[in-house]
Every structure is written in C-alpha cells, then in structure tokens.
C-alpha cells in the first residue's frame, strides 16, 4: 500500500479525487464507485479485484493526539472480516490517496466481489470523508 498526500483538509463533501485530477474511464480503467462521509464504518463498496485507490479527508488534530489509525477491511457477512490493510494517517489532516493491491484475493461470495469498508480505530467520532475507486 502507498500514501501520498494530495492536498490540504476540505471543508465539503465533493469528490476529493479531484485534487489528483483523477479521471474516470470505461472497463478497465480506473471507475469511482462511491463518495462517504463516515466516523467508525464506512458504508460497503464493491469491488471486482484488482487494485483500488480511496482517497480520505480527515480533519486536523491537536499536536498532543496521535496519529490517525484505519483499516480497510472486507466484509464476509456472518462470519469474521478479513482486514486487507491497516494504515495511519498524519494527525496534521489534509486529502491522501492510498494505493491498494491484491484486491482480487479477497474476492468471495455470489456476486464475485470484494465487500471493501474503512473502519476507524481511533477518533471514532469525527467525520472523515472518503472517494472510492476499483
């Protein structure tokens, strides 16, 4: 996985890949899948393997407070989630894009498709927001 920081913290939920100036294509190519504002979970997108890109707005905190910490998580229903990756982010704030691989090894299930979702592990209660790409 790689961070790259593409931008200082935005104010509004508009699609925060345009800091990268990311551009979506048809099969094949990289297509946004889906823009959430969450605190603990993000909602579910769904992914058909490969590699995915999130890009994260995540607010400012004290210089006392630690690093942000997340995982990118695949959800397998019933049963226990398969953590894909853990990550942490700069206490400081601003937009990174982070590059996942290997995606395909988690996909499962009926619809062929990795069930991807961000979880936070601290700072559960302050917004962040998150742009999706497969």
């Given at each position: 996985m790689k961070i790259i920081k593409v931008g200082p913290p935005k104010s509004d939920a508009n699609v925060l890949s345009t800091l990268d100036n990311v551009i979506q294509y048809g099969a094949g190519?990289?297509?946004w899948i889906g823009?959430?504002?969450?605190?603990?979970?993000?909602?579910?997108?769904?992914?058909?393997?490969g590699n995915v890109k999130?890009?994260?707005?995540?607010?400012?905190?004290?210089?006392?407070?630690?690093?942000?910490?997340?995982?990118?998580?695949?959800?397998?229903?019933?049963?226990?989630?398969?953590?894909?990756d853990i990550f942490t982010l700069?206490?400081?704030?601003?937009?990174?894009?982070?590059d996942f691989s290997g995606i395909s090894s988690f996909v499962d299930?009926?619809?062929?498709?990795?069930?991807?979702?961000?979880?936070?592990?601290?700072?559960?209660d302050v917004s962040k927001n998150a742009d999706f790409w497969d």
């Open positions: 190519e990289w297509e823009n959430d504002g969450f605190t603990k979970f993000s909602f579910l997108v769904y992914s058909g393997g999130i890009y994260i707005d995540v607010p400012s905190q004290s210089f006392l407070q630690p690093n942000y910490r997340l995982e990118l998580n695949e959800d397998d229903g019933n049963s226990f989630d398969d953590q894909v700069p206490r400081e704030g601003g937009v990174y894009r982070m299930g009926a619809n062929n498709k990795a069930e991807l979702y961000l979880q936070s592990m601290l700072y559960k």
